[in-house]
Structures are given as C-alpha cells and as structure tokens.
Nanobody, 123 residues
Framework: QVQLVESGGGLVQAGGSLRLSCAAS????????LGWFRQAPGKEREFVAA????????YYSNSVKGRFTISRDNAKNTVYLQMNSLNAEDTAVYYC????????????????WGQGTQVTVSS
C-alpha cells in the first residue's frame, strides 16, 4: 500500500514557476514508476509526466515538454514536478500517481493516487 500526498500548488502569474511535491509512504517507493496527471474543469484527466522507478528515464506530454521537469528522490520518498513558463492552460488540479507495472502515460496503469493539488495560473 502506498499513500501519496501532493503539495506546492497555488496561484501564480503567467510566465511564473511552481514546484509540486508528492510525498509517499511505504518502503517500496523506489520500485514504483511515478506519474503526474492533471484535470482541468470540464475536461478529462490527462497525462503530464512520468519517471521510471530508477529515475533514469522521464516522459512528458507534448504540451509541457521543455517547460516541466519530473524528478524523484527515492531516499526521501518524494517525486517533484518543476513547472516553468506557466500559462493559463496549465490551470488544473494536479495529481501524482504510483504504479507497479512500469511507466506509462495511461492513468489506468497506476495503482495509487494522491488527493490532488490545485494550480491556478492567472493571465
């Protein structure tokens, strides 16, 4: 069982930056692939970024590539999402997720989810 708790969301102006954190419980954190997803009002949840259990490979959606960076610290049981050059289209609730089956952009491929943290970008 893994419990995930996101933090770091808030209100930021367009062009600004935020860093989201997701702290996990459980001794097997380092064996899970981790992902970030987001859901804007009236829209489906969408993939943002993912990282392998080893941290050696990262994956991004086209909409955030070059602006967002996912990283993990297995010693701290934490995954991060550094978000730069934010724009209004990035406004959403951001969720972290952990999966035992390997990295994927599919939400169904993740076993555990956090409660989400709101990111609002003002234009």
């Amino acid at each position: 069982q893994v419990q995930l708790v996101e933090s770091g969301g808030g209100l930021v102006q367009a062009g600004g930056s935020l860093r989201l954190s997701c702290a996990a419980s459980g001794r097997t954190f380092s064996t899970y692939a981790l992902g970030w997803f987001r859901q804007a009002p009236g829209k489906e949840r969408e993939f943002v970024a993912a990282i392998r259990s080893s941290g050696g490979s990262t994956y991004y959606s086209n909409s955030v590539k070059g602006r967002f960076t996912i990283s993990r610290d297995n010693a701290k049981n934490t995954v991060y999402l550094q978000m730069n050059s934010l724009n209004a289209e990035d406004t959403a609730v951001y969720y972290c997720a952990a999966g035992a089956s390997g990295v994927t952009s599919r939400s169904g491929g993740y076993d555990y989810w956090g409660q989400g943290t709101q990111v609002t970008v003002s234009s």
